[in-house]
C-alpha cells in the first residue's frame, strides 16, 4: 500500500505544474460549494434567529394605514385573486383612492389600543394577544451609547416569546397602569460579561430620551433589545413606527392557513380592519425559510459543474499519462506485474491528485466563506456540511475519474508496450 502512494507522489513531484493545472477545477468547484453552502447556513441561521424570538402559534399583527382612508366600495376585490375582475378593479380601487387622497389630503386614522385589543378578541382564531409596539433608539447606558431596539409590551409579553428572564422579574400590571420607568434588558452573553465589571446591569438605568429606566430583569439574547411598559409608546415611538400585537393563534389547521383566515376575519369584522396585516419583516422571512434550501441546492449544483469539469480533465490527464507512461507499464507487466496491481496503481494517483485538489478547494472556501459571512454581517457558521459534501465529490470525482486510465493500462499487451515509442 505505502509502495502504491510512494510512487504516486514520485509521479506527482515530476509534474507539478501539470498536476497543478489538471486539479485547478477541481480547487475552484469544491470552493465554490463550500462558499454556497456556508453561506446558505449562515444566511438560514440569521433567518432563523430573526423569527424564533417568538413562539410557533403566535404572529406579529401590524396596523399600517399608511395614513389613507379607504373609502371606496371596490376594495373587497382587491383581495380576491380567485376573481377574473380582481387585477381591473384593483386598478380602478388605486386610482380611486389616489384622487380622493389628491383632492381631500392624508387622513390620519383614530387608534386605541384597548378598543382594539377588544375587537381583535372577539375573533374566533385568537386565543390570546398583547400589545407590542417597537422602535430604533440610541441609548445612553453608563459611559456608552446602545443601538437597541425598544419594545413597548405588556407585562405578560414573555408567554409570547421564547428568551426566558433569566435574573429579575418583569414589570407589574400597576407600574404599567402608573407609567414607572422600569424595563427589562435583552443581551447576549458577551455584553453581559462586559457589564459585570459595572456590577452588572440589574437596578442600573438606561436613559432614551431624557427618561432613565431602572433595569429590573435580564433576558439573554442575539441582540440587544430593550422591553418597557407600552404606555410609553405614545411617548416615545415616532410617527413612523406601527402600532403592533403580538397575538396566539387557536390550536388546529397549519400556522399560514391560521394566519390567512384571521386577516380575513380582521378586514370583515373590525372597524379599520383592512389595515391590519402580518408583520412584513416575518412573513417575509418565513418564505425565505421555505425557498432558501431549494435555492442553495440550485446553485450548488450549478457550482458541482466545475467539479464534473474537473474531473473529466482528470482522466483526460491521467488517460494521457497512461500513454507517456505505456514502455514503463511493459516493463513492469513483463516481471510479473498483475492487472489488479496496475489498476491500484494508477486509482491511488488518481485519488491522490484529486484529493490534493480538494483539501486546496476546501481550506480556500472555508477562507472565503469566513471573510464574505463577516463583511455581509452573517452569523459565522463553520460549514461542517460543505466539507462533507466537499470530501463526498473528491471521493466519488477521484474514483469515477481514475476507473478508466487505470482499466486502459492494464489492458495494455506488454509486448505491444515495450515496442512502444
Same mark, same amino acid.
Given at each position: 500500500? @505505502?509502495?502504491?502512494?510512494?510512487?504516486?507522489?514520485?509521479?506527482?513531484?515530476?509534474?507539478?505544474?501539470?498536476?497543478?493545472?489538471?486539479?485547478?477545477?477541481?480547487?475552484?468547484?469544491?470552493?465554490?460549494?463550500?462558499?454556497?453552502?456556508?453561506?446558505?447556513?449562515?444566511?438560514?441561521?440569521?433567518?432563523?434567529?430573526?423569527?424564533?424570538?417568538?413562539?410557533?402559534?403566535?404572529?406579529?399583527?401590524?396596523?399600517?394605514?399608511?395614513?389613507?382612508?379607504?373609502?371606496?366600495?371596490?376594495?373587497?376585490?382587491?383581495?380576491?385573486?380567485?376573481?377574473?375582475?380582481?387585477?381591473?378593479?384593483?386598478?380602478?380601487?388605486?386610482?380611486?383612492?389616489?384622487?380622493?387622497?389628491?383632492?381631500?389630503?392624508?387622513?390620519?386614522?383614530? @387608534?386605541?389600543?384597548?378598543?382594539?385589543?377588544?375587537?381583535?378578541?372577539?375573533?374566533?382564531?385568537?386565543?390570546?394577544?398583547?400589545?407590542?409596539?417597537?422602535?430604533?433608539?440610541?441609548?445612553?447606558?453608563?459611559?456608552?451609547?446602545?443601538?437597541?431596539?425598544?419594545?413597548?409590551?405588556?407585562?405578560?409579553?414573555?408567554?409570547?416569546?421564547?428568551?426566558?428572564?433569566?435574573?429579575?422579574?418583569? @414589570?407589574?400590571?400597576?407600574?404599567?397602569?402608573?407609567?414607572?420607568?422600569?424595563?427589562?434588558?435583552?443581551?447576549?452573553?458577551?455584553?453581559?460579561?462586559?457589564?459585570?465589571?459595572?456590577?452588572?446591569?440589574?437596578?442600573?438605568? +438606561?436613559?432614551?430620551?431624557?427618561?432613565?429606566?431602572?433595569?429590573?430583569?435580564? +433576558?439573554?439574547?442575539?441582540?440587544?433589545?430593550?422591553?418597557?411598559?407600552?404606555?410609553?409608546?405614545?411617548?416615545?415611538?415616532?410617527?413612523?413606527?406601527?402600532?403592533?400585537?403580538?397575538?396566539?393563534?387557536?390550536?388546529?389547521?397549519?400556522?399560514?392557513?391560521?394566519?390567512?383566515?384571521?386577516?380575513?376575519?380582521?378586514?370583515?369584522?373590525?372597524?379599520?380592519?383592512?389595515?391590519?396585516?402580518?408583520?412584513?419583516?416575518?412573513?417575509?422571512?418565513?418564505? +425565505?425559510?421555505?425557498?432558501?434550501?431549494? @435555492?442553495?441546492?440550485?446553485?450548488?449544483?450549478?457550482?458541482?459543474?466545475?467539479?464534473?469539469?474537473?474531473?473529466?480533465?482528470?482522466?483526460?490527464?491521467?488517460?494521457?499519462?497512461?500513454?507517456?507512461?505505456?514502455?514503463?507499464?511493459?516493463?513492469?507487466?513483463?516481471?510479473?506485474?498483475?492487472?489488479?496491481?496496475?489498476?491500484?496503481?494508477?486509482?491511488?494517483?488518481?485519488?491522490?491528485?484529486?484529493?490534493?485538489?480538494?483539501?486546496?478547494?476546501?481550506?480556500?472556501?472555508?477562507?472565503?466563506?469566513?471573510?464574505?459571512?463577516?463583511?455581509?454581517?452573517?452569523?459565522?457558521?463553520?460549514?461542517?456540511?460543505?466539507?462533507?459534501?466537499?470530501?463526498?465529490?473528491?471521493?466519488?470525482?477521484?474514483?469515477?475519474?481514475?476507473?478508466?486510465?487505470?482499466?486502459?493500462?492494464?489492458?495494455?499487451?506488454?509486448?505491444?508496450?515495450?515496442?512502444?515509442?
Amino acid at each position: 500500500m @505505502f509502495e502504491y502512494i510512494r510512487l504516486a507522489l514520485n509521479e506527482i513531484r515530476a509534474n507539478k505544474i501539470e498536476v497543478f493545472m489538471t486539479t485547478l477545477g477541481i480547487i475552484v468547484g469544491i470552493a465554490s460549494v463550500t462558499l454556497i453552502l456556508s453561506l446558505g447556513e449562515g444566511v438560514t441561521t440569521l433567518v432563523k434567529r430573526q423569527i424564533a424570538s417568538y413562539h410557533e402559534d403566535v404572529m406579529v399583527l401590524s396596523y399600517s394605514p399608511d395614513k389613507k382612508k379607504s373609502s371606496s366600495s371596490l376594495s373587497a376585490f382587491k383581495g380576491d385573486p380567485d376573481s377574473p375582475l380582481a387585477g381591473l378593479m384593483g386598478f380602478i380601487t388605486d386610482m380611486s383612492e389616489k384622487k380622493r387622497t389628491e383632492k381631500e389630503g392624508e387622513w390620519l386614522l383614530p @387608534f386605541d389600543i384597548e378598543q382594539s385589543k377588544a375587537d381583535l378578541l372577539k375573533s374566533p382564531f385568537i386565543e390570546s394577544l398583547i400589545f407590542f409596539g417597537r422602535s430604533p433608539y440610541k441609548a445612553d447606558y453608563f459611559d456608552q451609547k446602545l443601538s437597541l431596539t425598544i419594545n413597548f409590551s405588556e407585562n405578560t409579553f414573555p408567554k409570547y416569546i421564547k428568551e426566558k428572564i433569566i435574573a429579575g422579574r418583569s @414589570f407589574t400590571s400597576m407600574e404599567e397602569k402608573d407609567r414607572r420607568n422600569v424595563a427589562i434588558l435583552k443581551l447576549n452573553h458577551k455584553e453581559y460579561q462586559k457589564h459585570l465589571r459595572h456590577g452588572g446591569v440589574l437596578d442600573q438605568y +438606561i436613559t432614551i430620551e431624557d427618561q432613565s429606566f431602572k433595569v429590573i430583569g435580564l +433576558i439573554e439574547g442575539s441582540k440587544t433589545e430593550l422591553f418597557v411598559p407600552y404606555t410609553f409608546f405614545d411617548e416615545l415611538a415616532t410617527l413612523e413606527d406601527n402600532y403592533q400585537f403580538l397575538v396566539k393563534l387557536k390550536p388546529g389547521l397549519n400556522f399560514d392557513k391560521k394566519v390567512k383566515l384571521m386577516l380575513a376575519w380582521t378586514h370583515q369584522f373590525v372597524y379599520n380592519g383592512d389595515f391590519y396585516q402580518q408583520d412584513s419583516d416575518i412573513s417575509f422571512f418565513r418564505e +425565505i425559510l421555505k425557498y432558501l434550501p431549494r @435555492f442553495t441546492i440550485l446553485m450548488s449544483v450549478v457550482a458541482g459543474i466545475s467539479l464534473l469539469v474537473g474531473g473529466i480533465g482528470i482522466m483526460n490527464s491521467m488517460i494521457s499519462s497512461v500513454i507517456k507512461r505505456t514502455k514503463e507499464i511493459g516493463i513492469r507487466k513483463s516481471i510479473g506485474a498483475k492487472k489488479r496491481v496496475m489498476i491500484f496503481q494508477f486509482m491511488t494517483e488518481t485519488v491522490l491528485v484529486t484529493s490534493m485538489g480538494g483539501i486546496l478547494g476546501i481550506v480556500l472556501g472555508v477562507a472565503v466563506s469566513t471573510v464574505a459571512l463577516k463583511l455581509f454581517s452573517i452569523p459565522p457558521v463553520f460549514p461542517v456540511i460543505s466539507i462533507t459534501y466537499g470530501v463526498v465529490f473528491v471521493l466519488v470525482i477521484g474514483i469515477t475519474s481514475g476507473i478508466v486510465p487505470a482499466i486502459k493500462a492494464a489492458q495494455l499487451d506488454p509486448i505491444d508496450a515495450l515496442g512502444h515509442t
